[in-house]
């Protein structure tokens, strides 16, 4: 056996050992212990390949890590051995011995083993962050095309602003989920980089080939300077901020649903799958996935609060704060997820009311402004003189109970007088056309507003946008997954 502690006199305590250190194990044998035996097999094949270990010594380590890998499990951990790679190295010792098996670690360091293991996990995890953002995507898509007649009320400080229509409002929010996956596929790259063979910080005097290492785990790039492999730590603060910002924009979207599934709003139905029933009271129907998916998102936050602090003022090298500093992103990136998979059921199961939605558009002035605009267009007003007018009409209608159908052709020479010192002529049709919710829409003809051949634009670009998006995680994948087939091709090559 080897005794990775001999330079300390005593054994660890049995608090540190069971409460601290087993914990800590047991999340990392959960969480890496496939990449672990990867990174292991990896190491063995490039100092073999660069001759500085015989092949059969490295034949022995490698069907000793596959015995490892297949034979290692929670009843083997033991926090005496400090971390999962010193259990590893220990169970591979028994089977092979120290002479062979202590070869294994010629010109590296636990520094940058757990440097290039953190990357690896992360990598992984979000895999199925961007195939759920994907999901979630597709879903959108779905909505901005089967809602894209349904009139609904569009609101700037909660009060109604002018007419949009539901699809829209889906291709708004698709297109900053666009950003964000953009935001998160940035970070991927720089969480892509090997730090493999940077020994402890300095490198090492063995002739580590430390691109075949980038190679062989499908890295897509080698980290140069060895104390930054091992220090660094900046691409999980950055793969947290990216998650960070996107649960921050799906909160909003998933408080707007909350909102529209109230009584007082009444639009939105979502279906009893995604609901729970009072304890006591009969009649309710509580949308409990939305309020766990503005909940949960809340996490990765944390975790990257966690994060920060525990790095900041942390020495530019390698600590166990760095270990510290990551044990909260496992949690945050599955609820993380959780929140993805929420929101995307509760869009496919619930319903918008196109006619209530309808209804509430027409009869809430939300279209007056488009009033406004038809005043500048045929009467030569500035648009300040038309807003005042509409305005006045707006006024004069509330004042007296009445509703909109009352903006008619004697209110708006009333009001014009007021305003400008002679009166402006519409027919009743002419004003009663202007102020309808769909006509309203697709008056507009601005880019990217919601009029039809707009938005038609908009969604012709998020397929092609989706469709990269899909393209590229299947290539990021799949290159990682051929390395590792190139790992176990030249294992067995041997």
């Known amino acids: 056996m080897r005794d990775s502690r001999s330079r300390i006199k005593g054994e660890i305590s049995e608090y540190f050992k069971n409460e601290i250190l087993y914990p800590g194990i047991r999340a990392e044998y959960e969480n890496g212990f496939e990449e672990m035996i990867l990174l292991n097999k990896a190491f063995a094949l ?41 259990n590893i190295e220990q169970k591979l010792i028994q089977k092979i011995g120290v002479k062979i098996g202590g070869k294994l670690h010629t010109g590296r360091s636990r520094n940058d083993i757990y440097a290039t293991l953190w990357r690896m996990e992360v990598r992984r995890s979000l895999w199925n962050l961007f195939q759920q953002i994907i999901n979630l995507q597709e879903t959108l898509l779905m909505k901005v095309k089967e809602n894209a007649d349904v009139v609904i009320t569009g609101y700037t400080h909660m009060q109604p602003a002018q007419p949009i229509t539901v699809g829209f409002y889906y291709s708004a929010v ?104 009072s304890s006591i009271m009969p009649q309710k129907k509580n949308p409990v996935a939305l309020e766990l998916a503005k909940a949960k998102a809340a996490h990765i936050i944390g975790a990257l609060m966690s994060s920060i602090c525990a790095l900041k003022n942390t020495p530019f090298s390698l600590c166990m704060d760095l270990f510290e500093s990551h044990s909260q992103y496992w949690n945050g990136q599955k609820e993380t997820g959780h929140v993805l998979t929420l929101l995307n059921e509760t869009l496919k199961q619930s319903t918008i009311k196109r006619n209530l939605t309808y209804a509430q558009a027409k009869a809430n002035f939300s279209t007056v402004t488009a009033l406004a605009d038809l005043l500048v267009q045929q009467f030569n007003v500035s648009f300040a003189e038309a807003h005042d007018i509409v305005g006045h009409m707006v006024g004069v209608t509330i004042e007296h109970g009445l509703s909109i159908e009352a ?10 007088q007021k305003i400008l010192g002679y009166e402006i002529h519409l027919a009743d049709e002419e004003i009663v056309a202007v102020l309808e919710p769909m006509a309203n829409v697709q008056s507009k003809i601005s880019m990217g507003s919601p009029g039809a051949s707009s938005l038609e634009k908009m969604i012709a670009n998020s397929e092609i946008q989706l469709n990269k998006e899909k393209v590229w995680l299947r290539d990021k994948i799949n290159q990682v997954e051929q390395a590792y087939q190139t790992i176990l091709q030249k294992e067995a090559g041997l």
């Open 46 to 86: 490039m100092l073999t390949e660069e001759k500085i270990i015989d092949s059969k010594s490295a034949k022995e380590i490698l069907n000793g890590l596959t015995f490892v890998e297949e034979d290692f499990g929670y009843d083997d951990l033991d926090g005496k051995f400090e971390e999962l790679y010193f």
């Open 174 to 277: 698709l297109s900053v989920l666009n950003r964000d996956f953009c935001r998160l596929k940035d970070a991927y790259g720089r969480v892509n980089l090997s730090p493999y063979g940077a020994a402890a910080l300095a490198g090492t005097g063995f002739p580590i080939n430390r691109e075949a290492l980038n190679d062989l785990l499908g890295f897509e790039g080698v980290l140069e300077n060895t104390l930054d492999c091992v220090s660094s730590k900046d691409y999980l603060l950055e793969v947290e901020s990216a998650l960070s910002i996107m649960m921050i924009n799906l909160s909003r979207v998933i408080q707007d649903h909350y909102i529209w599934a109230t009584n007082e709003f009444g639009i939105l139905d979502i279906d009893g799958a995604l609901a729970v029933c």
């Open 407 to 416: 903006m008619n052709s004697n209110l708006l020479k009333t009001a014009s």
